[in-house]
Nanobody, 120 residues
Framework: QVQLVESGGGLVQAGGSLRLSCAASGIIFGINAMGWYRQAPGKHRELVARITSGGSTNYADSVKGRFTISRDNASNTVYLQMDSLKPEDTAVYYC??????????????WGQGTQVTVSS
């Protein structure tokens, strides 16, 4: 069984910063891509940022230049540094990992979500 545990959400004023962390634990052979998604009330879940095992990244246009995704492969942890936050960044943020099991199968796992609220 694999678990993704997120931390770092909270309440911040517009223009402020937050750093999210997500650690994967369990029986893991490897992890391909890791990413962060978010879902605001009444909206679909959307990709915020994604990083491959090799370090290639892609970002939603709305966060480019403000958010930075990174990962530590040794600890199976992904981070999201969020700067210059805006009220429209308010959402529940979910961590995602494409985990390779010891039987060499690929599964998608999700964290429980962490609330980010940006006040104006």
């Amino acid at each position: 069984q694999v678990q993704l545990v997120e931390s770092g959400g909270g309440l911040v004023q517009a223009g402020g910063s937050l750093r999210l962390s997500c650690a994967a634990s369990g029986i893991i052979f490897g992890i391909n891509a890791m990413g962060w998604y978010r879902q605001a009330p009444g909206k679909h879940r959307e990709l915020v940022a994604r990083i491959t095992s090799g370090g290639s990244t892609n970002y939603a246009d709305s966060v480019k230049g403000r958010f930075t995704i990174s990962r530590d492969n040794a600890s199976n942890t992904v981070y999201l540094q969020m700067d210059s936050l805006k009220p429209e960044d308010t959402a529940v943020y979910y961590c995602n990992a494409q985990v390779i099991t010891t039987t060499k199968r690929l599964f998608d796992y999700w964290g429980q979500g962490t609330q980010v609220t940006v006040s104006s």
